[in-house]
Structures are given as structure tokens and as C-alpha cells.
């Protein structure tokens, strides 16, 4: 008997504590975008409570060989979005999320879920090298099953792939190709934890770019302005450029160099103003800003196009007004902001560290992240008219993805009257200086007498 | 010079004594802490007229205090005896000095000053920098404009009353004059003293005409002044008075207005030429294209940053020598010279490896340990101080060492003595590597509508020699407009049986 393999997302209902599968996947219709260079699976899952008791919580997983490349995991009913976990299962070596439901499952009932998966690092560029003449061809290896817990009974899968030529894909029946999708299943009756390599090799020529380090630092004025600067280490990961680069084929034929990456779009908050956009040499010209009505996109041209194993570094940094994002009552303020933002579309980044810099003077600061990240310890910062330091805030998170935007919340208080620190500090040295400047000019350090004698004369002329 | 000049014409006193050993003393001192000069102020020739004054100075205070001290006789002999003991010392020294070496002797720079036309036929490097080649009127009409007149102006007026501080100003002068326009780059001594010359002329002139702007309070000023002079004199002057007196303010409120205009002129020109010529930085070109929009050619930067991010961080680039220091500064990458290299036989062999055929070349290449080699070219974008230009340099600088004998200027020429770059070109040229660096690939390239493929804009020919492949380069990286042109060099290929 065939057993079809299914993808990454698995509904799985689980009895607490037990690993009895009293959850049936009904219905799974699971479609696999892969025409980026990040691979997106959702699944629209139908459960069934063939059990007795009522479960409150679901198991999904994605098989051993792609536990690592999971970037960001939702599972959503409806429009809410629900809770999940990281989890293990014993004798199990797949990744596996454990899902809260809203509301109880009770027996013999049904649930409608989408599961959503976003795979980075799961296309590999098959061959390594290419020269520039070549296309890119990626290969991607799944899971054609879904990857559960619970016996699923029906499923079927669709694989987007934005381009029509296929080197070879698997063969798991019954698989039919049409424009550029490639249709699997449906399949009937698959065994939980079924896994069958789902191998697609296929040209793929969208921009596989990586950011290897970005470095956003956020700069919170109580004076109303809040300074952003991100510095961006970006890499094109795909398929390395073999030989010589022919700057003469790449600007005479369309097709040359067909993956390499020219520019981007950045989209910046739409209040974004002084926008800039430097590297260790100087100012970048290459750029065009346009201000839509709700962001403003800026279309970044790195100086030099980006062909495979060729990375390049920018700094791009920009103003926004702080009412949009600092809220206070009282002595207690609240920055919410978002940790990342958006680069390009489809990014990946690999090591983001967000550094946020309050202003002098705050105190018990609390931090809450929309996901786990990693704190770092807390240095100070040393600018214009600072006596103590500025303390910083540092976040670290790894292998982050398009999905991973959303806001943070700072907590701290500051007390308002020190807000008349950085004035009073200039008053006080002009102050001192044109006091010191006034004693100088009137006191008398000449030697000689004559000086002394001509003003004794005046004065007696004078009289 | 001053000083001696001074001593000369019999102006030597306390003062100027004290001046001059404090700052030779000083100045020596403190110049010989920067570890480039090191002792040079001692040991080059260069600096021995300034110890010999500094001496001198000595000498000429040591004698006036003996001579207030000794009667005159004596003082006669001691005077002649110590001149004598003295000039001999010197010479002895002196010659023991050159002989053993510890003194070098001039150097080139200093003998193509004296002699302009040394550089050109001795040391081909020091003449290939333009800042060296002698200057031209327009450039000193360019760079100075109303000075140029007021100059000689100004020396009258030094003339006329001749101070200490006057004396200095002529001779330095006269001296920076002379030596500027000898090497452009010597402009630089002359404009400060230009600039005082011409202030002093104006000031001069201005204080002239100012006194006659005003017309009625003088009439009470000018007899009794004139009456202090010769009769003759005075006759003389109370008719020019009378006769020019309804013009004399005139005359004067129009020479004033005419000079404010040349000064005004001069801050105009000035600003233009500062703004123009010396602050656009050549890093960054810029040019308009027929709709009047502006291009930016941003290549140098693109290439380099190239360069930064995208080759080992021990890699090495073989580049002429004018941008050594852009490498080095913006792509970080070692190279082979710079403008500061002093080994004229390194520059030589980069010069070589330029001028000789890809074999030759890759010889030479892998003998300076070389990983990419990196030309600029602006045959596309009309750019016109590309390599190609420089070439005969390379060619002249790379033939005067032993090793580059076989490489002669002539072989680089047509029969007809031109240096042309289409199929009339010398063949040597066209399989050189400078020119298979350059053209790679351009001879698909249309440059101009209208024109053949491969038509190189700056030299305005159809380049000759157009389909040829490199054996021993990989084209690595060209920028936008090919300024920039990146090679790498191949390693040697793998022999197998």
C-alpha cells in the first residue's frame, strides 16, 4: 500500500498526557508556495473528537529533516488567532507545536483550523554554482504527507511553484502538473508520523537574498522625535556565480544573470521623514523614494547587483515623530514599536539584534516581546550633554522571516522634570563661561609702575 | 635668504639675529620629530644653506661683539684670520660629509627646479605627474587673475621703501615667482606671497587716490604741504593744483570705483574658480545628458566597494599608481604602489607587466604575488584621464629599469610616429595587456548612434583588435559605465598528463 506523505502541517488531536490518537483529520487541503525563495505551507485543517473526552489543545509537527528550517508557525481559527507552543513528543525525532484551542473540542465534534508554516532555508540551490548565462534551479525536499499524530483520512496537496519548468519532481501518485502548480493527492487513509520525501528540482530565479546580521537601533527622544537606523549585512544566498562576470552580457541580454538581484523595495513607516541611506564610503545615490499614503517605499539599488555568494552592506536610517509611538500617563511611558520592519519582501534574516536607547534618567524598564527573544545585557549610551549614560536595551533573535514583524512593549518611568537637564546643562556652561569671562577682563595683573603711575597722573589731571 | 640678504646689505641687528636662531633652532627641531623627516634638515643638501646662514649669523654677531671690544688693528687681523680658518673648516667638513656619504646629494626633484627639462629626460616618473609639468600663462591668469597685474605693482611699492620686511617679500617674491613657473604644483608657494604683494599694491594705490576724493577741506591742506618742497616744486605743483583741481576729485572717486570693481571681480572669480575647479571632488563624476538631466558616475565607488565586500580580505590588486590610496582607503585591499612609493624600480615593474603581452605579463604578475588587477577605462562614457591616456607613461616609466629594457616607446607607435588604438595601431599595443584589459568585450559595445561597435570615445577610433579572449584574466567585476574594470588573475592551470 502507497502511502502518501503528507507536508508539515498536522492536525493532531491529542487527550492530555496521553498518546492515544482520539483526533481524526477529517480533511486536509494543505498548498506549498515555494515560487519565493521561503517556503509557505498552509494548511486548512477539518478535526474530528472521535474520542470520549473533550480535548483543549491540538499536536501538529513537521518531519526531523525540516525541524530546523521552521521560521514561524500560526495557527489560526477563523480569524483568532491561537496560542502554540513548542513541544516534544517521546520516540518521536519530528518538530512538534502544540495548539490551544479557543474553546473546548467536545466529543464527536468538529474544528476548522488553518495551520500556517514558513520554511526558510528549505530551497537549496541544486547546482551550487552557475555561471552567468544559467538559470537557477532549487531543489526542495518535503514531506507529502502531513506530518501527525492523528490518522488523516483524506488529503490533498497543491504545490505553487510561479514557474512551469520542472526539472523532475517526485512521483507520488496520483500527481498531475498544470500551468505552475503541481497537484498532489488526494490521498486516503494516511498512518500518523507517514513520511515520504517529497523532492521538487525546479528553476526558481526570485531573489534569494539573506540578511546575515541586521542591526536596528532605535533612538527615543522626549523631545518628540524618535531616531531609527538599521544596518544591514545582506548576502545573496542561492547559487554561486562560477567564472567571470560579463558586465558587457549583462546589460545587452534580458536573461543574463537572470537571478542576480539589481534593487528592492523597502517599506518604511509612513511618517518616516530624512531619510538615508550610506555604507562605509559614503552616501549611496542609487535610490528612489516615493511617499505613499501609508508607507513610504524606497527602492534601494545596493551599488553593485547582487549575484550568488556576493554581499554587500548599507545603513539606512530615518526619523518618525514619537507621538505615534511613545505614549505616557503620568511618569510611566510606553514605546510600542516594532522590532523588525520590513526589508524586502520574503526576506530572511538570520541574526536580527534590536538595540533601543531611552532617553537619560528612566528607570525600571520592562520589556515585553511578542515572541521569545533573547535579552541581552543593558549598557549605556554616551551622547550629547549626557552626565550618567543613556541605558540601552538589547534583543537578539535568530532566523526571523517576513512574519516575524510585530510590535514590542517598553515600560519605564521617567520622571518629566528631568527633561530640563540637557537645557539647564547649556545654560550653566555659557553661564560659567561668560561669569569667568567678566572676573578675567577686570582684574590686573600688570608688573610694571609705569602703567601704574600714568593712571595715578590721569587721575590727577583728571582732579 | 633673507637673512643673508639682510646681512648683505648691512641690516643685520639683534633682532633679526634673534629671530633667526630661535627659529631655525625651533623649526629644526620640531620638523625633525615628524619620523618621515627624521634627519634629513642635517644630512640632505637641500637644508645646508640654512645651516650655512645659521652660521653665518654667528659669526657675523660674534664678530661685531669682538669688534666693540678689540681695537681696530687687532680686530682687522683677528677678523681676516677667523674668516680664513673658518672657510677652510667648512670645505674640509663639507667634503669629508659628501665623500663618506653621510650628506646626500641633490636629489631629482631639487635638480628639475634648476633644470626643467631634467625630469623629462632622466626620471620619467617625476615627469609623468601633471602637477609637475611647467606652468602655462592661462593657468596663472586662472589661478590668480587681478594678482597677476598687481604683482609687479606691489614690488614697485616694496622698492620704494625698503624695510626689513620688505626685502622679504621681494625676494620671496622674485624666487617663488621663478619657481613656479617652473612645476604648477609650486603655484601653492606663490599665492600667499601674491596675495600680500597685491595687497600692499592696492593699499598702496588706494591710499594715493583716497586722500583726493574729498575736494574742499584739502584746498587748505595741499600749499602748506607743497610749500615744504623745492619752488620749482611748488610752482609746479600749485599749477597742477590749480589746472587740475575742479578734476582732481573726479579723476580720484574714478579710480577708486574702478579699483572696487576689480576687487569685486576678483572675490567673483575667485569663488567661481574655488567652486568649479578645486572643490568637485573627481570621485564622483557627474555630467548632463542631451535632455539636461544629470548622470551620476558613481563606477569608482561601485568598484571599490566591490572590491571591499567581495574578494579575500588578503587578496592584492595591481593598479597604476594614481589610485593607490583610493584602494587602499575605500576597497581595503593591499596594492603594489601607490602615490607615495618610493621604489622607482616597483613602479617600473608594474609599468611592465602593463605594457607586455599576456605571457610576459602573467609572468610578472605572478611574480609580485598579484590577484586582481584593476584598470580604468572610459572609452564608453568619454572619461578622459583613463589608463589608456596614461599609457605611454607606464610604457616610459616601465622601460627606464634594467629589467624593461626590451620595452621601448617607439614599438607603442604607428610607423607614421602617432599612438592610435584602431587597426592602424602598432601591434605591440594591441596585444598588450593595458589594451586587452581595456577592450575586453567593448568591441560588441555601441557607443555613439551612428558609429561602428567598439568605437572608443575618447580617442575617437574604432579600436583594432576586438574579438580576443584572455588566457590568463577572468573578467571579475566592470562597473555601470566600465569605468572600472576588474580582473582577476588566473592561477596556473593544473597539469595533468
Known sequence: ?463 | MHVFTLMVTGRFGARVYVAYCTLYCLGTILAMQISFVGFQPVQSSEHMLALGVFGLCQLHCFVDYLRGHLSASDFQVLFKATIVATGTILAVITGILTITGKVSPWTGRFYSLLDPSYAKNHIPIIASVSEHQPTSWSSFYFDLQLLVFLFPAGLYFCFRQLTDANIFLILYGVTSIYFAGVMVRLMLVLAPVMCILGGIAMSGMLNRYMKDVDASPVILGMPAGNLAQGKQGDKRSKHKQESNFVMKSEIATLFVAIMCFFLISYTMHCTWVTSEAYSSPSIVLSARSHDNSRIIFDDFREAYYWLRMNTPEDARVMSWWDYGYQITAMANRTILVDNNTWNNTHISRVGQAMASSEDKAYAIMRELDVNYVLVIFGGLTGYSSDDINKFLWMVRIGGSTDRGAHIKEWDYYTPQGEFRVDKEGSPTLLNCLMYKMCYYRFGQVYTEGGRPPGYDRVRGAEIGNKDFELDVLEEAYTSEHWLVRIYKVKDLPNRGL
Not at chain 1, 145 to 174: C, D, M
Not at chain 1, 182 to 200: A, D, S, T
Not at chain 1, 235 to 247: D, I, M, N, P, V
Open chain 1, 1 to 463: 500500500m502507497s502511502h502518501t506523505r503528507l507536508l508539515f502541517l498536522s492536525f493532531v488531536i491529542v487527550v492530555a498526557g496521553s498518546a492515544q490518537a482520539d483526533l481524526v483529520n477529517k480533511n486536509v487541503e494543505t498548498v506549498v508556495d515555494i515560487s519565493s525563495q521561503l517556503a509557505k505551507i498552509s494548511n486548512k485543517v477539518t478535526v474530528e473528537n472521535v474520542g470520549k473526552t473533550t480535548l483543549k489543545s491540538l499536536i501538529f509537527g513537521v518531519p526531523a529533516h525540516l525541524k530546523e528550517r521552521t521560521s514561524f508557525v500560526t495557527a489560526k481559527v477563523g480569524e483568532h488567532l491561537l496560542r502554540v507552543t513548542e513541544t516534544k513528543l517521546s520516540g518521536q525525532d519530528g518538530g512538534f507545536w502544540k495548539v490551544d484551542l479557543r474553546s473546548d473540542l467536545a466529543a464527536g465534534r468538529t474544528l476548522q483550523l488553518n495551520i500556517d508554516l514558513v520554511l526558510s532555508r528549505a530551497l537549496v540551490p541544486h547546482p551550487g554554482q552557475i555561471t552567468q548565462k544559467e538559470k537557477q534551479l532549487v531543489l526542495f525536499e518535503g514531506n507529502v504527507y502531513f506530518y501527525s499524530p492523528y490518522l488523516t483520512e483524506k488529503q490533498s496537496l497543491t504545490v505553487n511553484l510561479g514557474t512551469n519548468s520542472v526539472e523532475s519532481y517526485a512521483r507520488i501518485q496520483p500527481v498531475s502538473q498544470s500551468d505552475n502548480k503541481l497537484n498532489y493527492g488526494p490521498y486516503e487513509k494516511v498512518p500518523p508520523f507517514q513520511e515520504e520525501r517529497l523532492n521538487i528540482h525546479y528553476e526558481n530565479n526570485s531573489p534569494f537574498l539573506t540578511i546575515t546580521r541586521l542591526e536596528r537601533l532605535i533612538e527615543v527622544s522626549h523631545w518628540g522625535n524618535i531616531a531609527v537606523e538599521e544596518t544591514v549585512d545582506i548576502e545573496h544566498q542561492g547559487a554561486t556565480l562560477k567564472g567571470s562576470f560579463s558586465r558587457y552580457e549583462y546589460q545587452r541580454e534580458s536573461q543574463s544573470g537572470i537571478s542576480s538581484v539589481k534593487s528592492f523595495r523597502t517599506a518604511l513607516p509612513a511618517s518616516a521623514v530624512d531619510v538615508y541611506y550610506r555604507d562605509d564610503i559614503g552616501n549611496i545615490s542609487t535610490s528612489h523614494m516615493r511617499v505613499l499614503s501609508d508607507s513610504v517605499e524606497l527602492e534601494l539599488r545596493p551599488r553593485f547587483p547582487l549575484f550568488g555568494g556576493w554581499k554587500t552592506h548599507y545603513t539606512l536610517g530615518y526619523n518618525v515623530p514619537s507621538y505615534e509611538y511613545l505614549f505616557n500617563q503620568g511618569d510611566v511611558f510606553v514605546l510600542k514599536m516594532r522590532l523588525m520592519d520590513h526589508v524586502f519582501d520574503d526576506m530572511y534574516i538570520e541574526h536580527l539584534i534590536t538595540k533601543i536607547i531611552l532617553p537619560e534618567g528612566c528607570h525600571s524598564i520592562e520589556l515585553t516581546a511578542p515572541y521569545a527573544v533573547e535579552r541581552l545585557k543593558d549598557t549605556l549610551h554616551h551622547t550629547y550633554l549626557d552626565t550618567k549614560g543613556r541605558p540601552v536595551i538589547s534583543v537578539s533573535k535568530r532566523q526571523l522571516v517576513e512574519n516575524h514583524i510585530d510590535d514590542f512593549e517598553l515600560r519605564y518611568n521617567f520622571a518629566k522634570v528631568l527633561m530640563i537637564q540637557e537645557p539647564l546643562l547649556v545654560i550653566t556652561a555659557f553661564f560659567a563661561l561668560f561669569v569667568l569671562v567678566i572676573i578675567y577682563v577686570r582684574l590686573d595683573f600688570s608688573i610694571s609702575e609705569e602703567e601704574e603711575h600714568s593712571r595715578v597722573d590721569r587721575e590727577h589731571k583728571d582732579k
